[in-house]
């Protein structure tokens, strides 16, 4: 069968492919440490559960404006000033089927072929994916771990070109975990600012932080915020994955363009959903503050364990739930008489043979390294932790 020629430029996502095979192997009876899902082990909050069984039983479940019901866009509004510091009316507020489309749309709404978007890497590896399916070309920035994977302001510099339509910032970022500083912040500011390109900023996993203060780029260049896009959702802070409910601000004109190609596709986010994730953004952080202590407390075991095995290291993450762990050591060994060249093949060694499901670098942009998230229990992790091991004593 014929299909379009845009699908040559991207590939499956491998994240999903590696999870959805770990599960299937589980299904089978296989005891699997999965280490390679992107969504928090813990509940939906009841609260939130309760208010999407209420307005199924108040029979809200027919279609509602393509751009979300007015008073989650006036939450969403009262978030971003509360947690944000940024003003927005409920016509600049886009309800999206999780923050995946709020992306998607924006590449749609925003990007025609010729056009570039700056991605930083390591990156989430729908990124570039997403911007080659709107005939653009993904710009990759390579980042340092000893800069905190922060992109140096050089490196941007060089990228930026007349036909730079965006640049992407996520910061806690996957898959690294990392958090980008005020200095940091203000580097890429200064950077940016001669230039007229919109800044995405993605924010997912801004209430997964493990340290004292989390900044944006409007809190240290407030002169940027009218080319400010802002991403964010409920999947990871709410633990609300399959729920599909995300979000996006930003410039009234293109908020009003992305609700066009939601238009054509599919319409608004659920009806129930949108209920569900009003009485999250209106609920009490209680369960927020209970999730980020109890993943500080698995990231700080999680990390000192992979620290402990020859030839793995492994940085501290400042927030999300992610380890991303330096590998490089163990490249260029042996493992059954052939040699280990890559972080792909390792991690297809460590699912087939020692039952371990860990995302190889590759996909993210950086070779060397093997992304594993602590949203599992410390048994769990513990597990994961002696079969490493096993696979690195098997190594020579």
């Known amino acids: 069968m014929k299909l379009a020629r845009r699908l040559q430029a991207i590939k499956p996502s491998p994240t999903l492919a590696l999870n959805s095979r770990a599960k299937a192997l589980a299904a089978k ?19 939130v559960k309760q208010a999407a069984v209420e307005a199924l039983r108040a029979g809200f479940t027919k279609y509602t404006a393509t751009n979300g019901i007015l008073e989650l866009r006036e939450a969403i509004c009262a978030k971003l000033e509360r947690d944000n510091g940024l003003r927005y009316t409920p016509d600049q507020v886009l309800v999206t089927s999780g923050g995946k489309q709020a992306l998607y749309n924006f590449c749609q709404a925003v990007l025609d072929e010729g056009d570039e978007v700056i991605i930083f890497a390591p990156f989430w590896v729908s990124y570039p994916d997403m911007v080659r399916l709107a005939g653009a070309t993904p710009v990759i920035v390579p980042t340092r771990e000893e800069d905190g994977f922060a992109p140096d302001p050089d490196a941007i510099r060089r990228a930026l070109t007349p036909r730079t339509r ?12 990392a958090v980008y500083s005020r200095a940091a912040l203000e580097r890429i500011a200064e950077v940016l600012r001669p230039h007229d390109c919109l800044i995405v900023t993605d924010d997912i996993y801004e209430k997964l932080l493990f340290t004292d203060e989390r900044l944006g780029i409007s809190d240290v260049a407030p002169d940027l915020v009218p080319r400010l896009v802002v991403v964010n959702g409920m999947s990871k802070a709410y633990s609300m994955t ?28 659920s009806s129930i959903g949108q ?48 380890a991303f762990a330096d590998v490089r050591g163990l490249l260029g060994r042996s493992y059954k008489g052939k040699p280990v060249t890559s972080s792909m093949q390792l991690s297809e060694i460590l699912l087939d043979d020692f039952r371990v499901a860990a995302v190889p670098g590759e996909p993210f942009g950086a070779d060397g390294y093997v992304r594993m ?18 696979l690195v004593k098997a190594l020579s």
């Open 29 to 47: 009876g296989v005891d699997v440490v999965v280490l390679a899902a992107g969504e928090p082990d813990f509940d939906t909050p009841d609260y």
């Open 373 to 390: 998230s602590f949203v599992t229990s410390r048994e769990v992790l513990q597990k994961g932790l002696a079969r490493l091991g096993e």
């Open 242 to 269: 399959g729920w599909r409910l995300g979000y996006i601000a930003g410039p009234k004109p293109l908020v009003a363009a992305m609700q066009m190609v939601q238009d054509q596709s599919t319409s608004n986010a």
């Open 275 to 322: 209920k569900a994730a009003l009485a999250a953004l209106q609920g009490p952080p209680d369960t927020i503050t209970t999730m980020v202590k109890e993943y500080r407390e698995r990231r700080d075991f999680f990390v000192a364990g992979l620290n402990a095995l020859d030839g793995v290291r492994c940085r501290m993450p400042e927030g999300a739930f992610y």
């Open 166 to 177: 965006a640049v992407i910032i996520n910061s806690p970022g996957n898959p690294t975990g």
